[in-house]
């Protein structure tokens, strides 16, 4: 536990961590509550094919632009300057998404969140990283970032109950509000502090074998537009929807631009290049996991959870705004879906949209249903998003702790088993998550909590192996003239894995069984857990190479 204290590691960390800590607050509290607002009838009042896909291209955009906002920060504006620019677009949005209005003013927030976020996520990580490029702090490189880490989890527990309690009390804009409210604070403390960080503002010097950023934009921006374009316009769909197409085929060219620094790096470069890109092929199944948070995992929080509250806690949960209020009136001329389920339905019989009653009561027994003209309260939906951030802060300090102990006695695992560790708990995070569906008919019968919750705390295990060792892992071995350009990659997969988590997602209705949904994600894990068996020693080669 000494590896956390504040004495073992320099004050700047403390500044990152909590400008980090309250950006973050802003983003899981806007993306926590996005699809249940587009899906809301008092929101966007969208189907859920559409809510998804919306969600799944912001998520997917939102890490795409640290692809340039890195770049642009390694090699004009630096990373502190590039920070109070993204942050201050963030909030922008945010505030921009709680005017009450039309779409128009939603997708102007949206993109800019989405370019605030490109100038913001990539250098605060690659700042962090440049701290700890000191001999003397290099060891202690994986707890700063499971440290920084902490401090995001912190923001996304807190953020989804200040989320509940605004939209329950006062609507969906004071909510939104808030999340830029949140983003200012953290542009305060990193404004007001920045004295501890002003240090590691170190611009890399271009070296002759860059691409100048005129010519990065012919080779990469400019195939990736026309790429997108070929995408939306093909006949019919490959990735479920004109936008996913779009996206995807936009980001062959990125992805060719990535395999290209290692072609053409020097030859000391190669190996560090190619470990990177491996764990970037790697992270990409972890992330589709991971975004199944925003997308079908709230949606079964939402639909096929068991929300009720007992009623020694109902009072006090009501009066600090965590309960929703539902209504399960229906107009009785309209066909009933599954005898419980109201439903609109057209010509042909097929349903439209649900009518006068919340999607809780879907697989919701009748004799379980409020009386007519009554409404019932159930825990807002949202509030489980805050599972895996509480289970982050919990978690932390122990494994921290654990591998303090380990190193001691030179048994700690190396980054690249880390990594392996993460693919392997996030992968059975789902196979938990299949077992939920299998443990009733969720058809007429909603699961246990505890499922969902069994899940993210399987999967935070797997987080806290992962997301934060693989900045590390990047910061370690990226060659210092590329260190916020492969920070950049880092998101350009996890935008590349939010994008494909809401494909899946969105065909969450065509799946009947439930049970595959999940088993595909379980199965992508443990096949890729089997790849990094085989190619470990190489992974352990490549990092102590690189004196990491």
């Not at 998520?59 to 920070?83: N, T, W």
């Not at 919701?364 to 802060?393: D, H, R, Y």
């Not at 065509?510 to 894990?525: C, E, P, Q, R, W």
């Amino acid at each position: 536990m000494s590896e956390i204290q504040m004495a073992k590691h320099p004050k700047g960390l403390y500044v990152l961590f909590f400008t980090e800590m309250w950006e973050r607050f802003g983003y899981y509290l806007m993306v926590g509550i996005f699809l249940l607002y587009l899906k809301d009838t008092d929101g966007k009042g969208m189907d859920t094919r559409t809510a998804i896909d919306i969600v799944g291209s912001y998520i997917a955009l939102v890490y795409l632009s640290p692809f340039i906002g890195g770049m642009i920060a390694d090699r004009y504006i630096g990373y502190l300057k590039a920070i109070f620019i993204g942050g201050a677009l963030m909030a922008l949005g945010y505030f921009g998404l709680s005017i009450p209005g039309n779409d128009t003013i939603m997708y102007l927030s949206l993109l800019s969140i989405i370019i605030g976020n490109g100038f913001f996520k990539p250098n605060i990580s690659t700042l962090l990283g440049i701290m700890y490029s000191k001999d003397e702090l290099k060891p202690k490189k994986d707890s700063a970032y499971n440290i920084f880490y902490m401090g995001i989890n912190i923001g996304a527990f807190f953020c989804n109950f200040v989320a509940a309690y605004l939209r329950n009390t006062y609507g969906w804009g004071y909510a939104f509000a808030a999340a830029g409210v949140g983003m200012v604070i953290g542009l305060i403390i990193l404004g007001t502090w920045v004295k501890h960080v002003r240090d590691s503002d170190v611009k890399k010097p271009v070296s002759p074998d860059d691409l100048p950023f005129s010519k990065i934009a012919l080779y990469v921006f400019v195939p990736a537009i026309v790429f997108g374009i070929i995408g939306w316009m093909i006949k019919g769909t490959i990735f479920g929807t004109d936008s996913s197409d779009a996206f995807m085929f936009a980001c062959i060219p990125i992805i060719t631009f990535y395999v290209s620094l290692w072609v053409r790096a020097r030859k000391e470069e190669k190996s560090s290049i190619a470990a990177i890109l491996v764990v970037y092929a790697i992270a990409l199944v972890f992330w589709v996991i991971y975004n199944q948070n925003s997308t079908a995992q709230t949606i079964w929080a939402d639909t096929y959870t068991d929300r009720s509250i007992s009623s020694t806690l109902q009072p006090v949960a009501d009066k600090i705004g965590m309960l929703q209020t539902i209504n399960a009136n229906g107009n009785d001329t309209i066909p009933v879906l599954n005898e419980n389920f109201v439903a609109q339905l057209d010509a042909d019989g097929n349903v439209i949209e649900t009518v006068g009653v919340n999607t809780y009561f879907q697989n919701l027994p009748k004799e379980e249903w409020p009386p007519q003209g009554e409404t019932m309260q159930v825990i807002s939906p949202e509030l489980f998003q805050s599972i895996n951030p509480f289970f982050i802060v919990l978690f932390t300090p122990l494994i921290i702790g654990l591998f303090s102990w380990l190193a001691k006695r030179k048994k700690e695992p190396s980054t690249p088993w880390k990594i392996l560790l993460g693919v392997l708990f996030s992968g059975l995070s789902m196979l938990v998550m299949a077992l939920a569906a299998m443990s009733t008919n969720i058809a007429i019968d909603k699961t246990a909590a505890a499922w969902l919750i069994t899940s993210y705390a399987v999967f935070t295990i797997g987080e806290l192996f992962l997301s934060p060792i693989g900045l590390s892992f990047i910061s370690k071995i990226s060659p210092p003239r590329l260190t916020a350009l492969m920070m950049g990659g880092w998101f350009l997969i996890t935008s590349i894995g939010g994008k494909l988590a809401g494909t899946l997602a969105s065909s969450w209705d065509s799946f009947t069984n439930k049970t595959a949904f999940f088993m595909i994600m379980f199965v992508a894990a443990a096949i890729v857990t089997l790849v990094v068996l085989f190619i470990i020693k190489w992974l352990n080669r490549v990092v102590k190479e690189h004196g990491a």
